[in-house]
């Protein structure tokens, strides 16, 4: 997919209506600072779509954007986050898992993890929430850029045995140098239409 117009469409605090709502939905989750919103700034090579922070917990709410009109991408706050309140905590799971279970659009989750560490308890909660409501997902090893080839080799079996994915499954990416980047878009394509025949062209 080429993406020729990506625009911010609304903040909500739990799923409701949303102009473009009925489109095709992709989300991003992970732990809270695994690069969420980097990667939708990379995608859409947009400088500041999406707000980044060096200190987690910075995005809060369900944000949307509308990429050409024909896919939205939701950026959602990230979880494992130990320096806000229980309560505050309780509130973004509560979004993040209302979110997941209720939106007939979702299509496809991208499961963020830090490719220099192992995948944390929560990490693995989710992926057993995905499986558990069938939600297709792939899992995007962020932060590639800050790991050596080798460092990379090694880190890729352990996402692989501690989340229960197949290699096939894992999007090595990087916000900085923009690898892995034609590989989601490839999975984008997977969930537009497929283009109309017309008829009457070559036979
Ligand atoms: N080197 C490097 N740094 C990255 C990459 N992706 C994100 N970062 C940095 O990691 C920090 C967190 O990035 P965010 O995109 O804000 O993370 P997030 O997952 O949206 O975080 P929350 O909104 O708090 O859940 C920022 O300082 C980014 O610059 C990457 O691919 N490479
Ligand atoms: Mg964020």
């Keep these: ?12 605090d739990a799923l409701g209506n949303y102009p473009g ?23 859409t090579n ?22 050409n009109g024909e896919i939205i991408l939701v950026d959602l706050p990230g979880y494992g986050f130990a320096k806000v309140s229980r309560e505050e905590r309780r509130r973004w799971a509560g979004m993040i898992e209302g979110y997941l279970s209720r939106s007939e659009t979702l299509r ?10 192992k995948p944390t308890e929560d990490d693995v909660t989710m992926v057993e929430y995905l499986r558990h409501y069938g939600i297709p997902f792939h899992v995007i090893a ?6 050596s080839r080798a460092e990379g080799s090694r880190s890729i079996p352990v996402i692989c045995r501690t989340l229960g994915v197949q290699p096939w499954q894992i999007i090595p990416f990087s916000s900085q140098d923009g690898r892995g980047r034609d590989r989601v878009l490839e999975l984008f394509d997977e969930l537009l239409p497929p283009p109309e025949i017309v008829e009457g062209e070559n036979g």
Excluded: C, W, Y
């Design 1 to 12: 997919m080429i993406i020729r117009r990506a625009q911010f469409i609304t903040s909500l």
């Design 142 to 147: 962020t932060k590639a850029d800050k790991l």
């Design 108 to 117: 496809l989750v991208l499961m963020l993890v830090d490719m220099r560490h």
């Design 21 to 43: 709502r009925g489109l095709p939905e992709v989300a991003m989750v992970g732990k809270s600072n695994v690069g969420k919103s980097s990667m939708i700034n990379k995608l």
């Design 46 to 67: 947009s400088g500041k779509l999406a707000r980044t922070s060096s200190e987690p917990g910075k995005t809060r709410l369900i944000n949307l954007f509308d990429l």
